[in-house]
Structures are given as structure tokens and as C-alpha cells.
């Protein structure tokens, strides 16, 4: 059975989390299927200059399933013009990333904007 129909079936017979959970975060990811070296050359160069563990650097969506899964374009394919959905998940460079964030825009939450006429 194709990747998309089994899909489909266990989208109406798994719960949503062991879907997710096969689908998103579990196997080679589709983009790189024929080049698998290449992940772990981007996941190396993103943990390099990130800073975080290569194992925080995780492929989501189309690259990932080989289709995409948003619903307003499901099931289209991954294809060359695709872009590929990178997700880093670690608490030191979330808690850096948002102090950045809270100081460039610390004028702006004292600051009152003008009254709407």
C-alpha cells in the first residue's frame, strides 16, 4: 500500500498522536531519501551554528512525508519547488532566542500608540 493511502487509513483508525508520531518525527525523511548523507550534513551544519544537538533538528511536512499535509493543499506532492520545514526544538536556545526578542522590542511594549479617530 502507498505511503498516502496507508496514511489516510490510519488517519481514520489511529489516534492522533500515534499519527503524528509515525508520520512526522519517525523515518527518513522524505527529501532525502535518495541522499541520506545530506541530512546529516544539515543537521550538522545547523547544529554547528545553532548550538544545539543534532537530534533537536528534526524534517516536518512534505520533505518529511513526501506530501503535504496542510489541508487547504492535501495531498499534494513534495516536489523541487517545495520547501523543506525545519524544526529545532531546545530550551537554551528558546529561552536565548526570546530575551533577544523581548529587547528588541522592549521601547515598544511601554510605549502607547496614538487613539484611533
Known amino acids: 500500500m502507498a505511503k498516502l493511502d496507508q496514511f489516510k487509513k490510519d488517519l481514520l483508525s489511529l489516534p492522533a498522536e500515534d499519527v503524528v508520531k509515525s508520520y512526522l518525527f519517525k ?21 554547528l551554528h545553532l548550538k544545539v544537538a543534532e537530534n533537536c533538528i528534526v524534517i516536518v511536512g512534505s520533505a518529511q512525508t513526501g ?9 499534494r506532492a513534495f516536489h523541487p519547488g517545495s520547501d523543506i520545514d525545519v524544526v529545532v526544538v531546545d530550551a537554551t536556545l528558546f529561552d536565548r532566542l526570546w530575551k533577544d526578542i523581548l529587547r528588541w522590542h522592549y521601547p515598544l511594549r511601554t510605549m502607547r500608540l496614538p487613539e484611533s479617530d
Open 67 to 75: 506530501f503535504s499535509l496542510a489541508p487547504d493543499s492535501f495531498p
Open 27 to 47: 523515518g527518513e525523511p522524505y527529501v532525502f531519501r535518495d541522499q541520506p548523507a545530506s541530512l546529516n550534513l544539515m543537521r550538522r551544519h545547523l547544529s
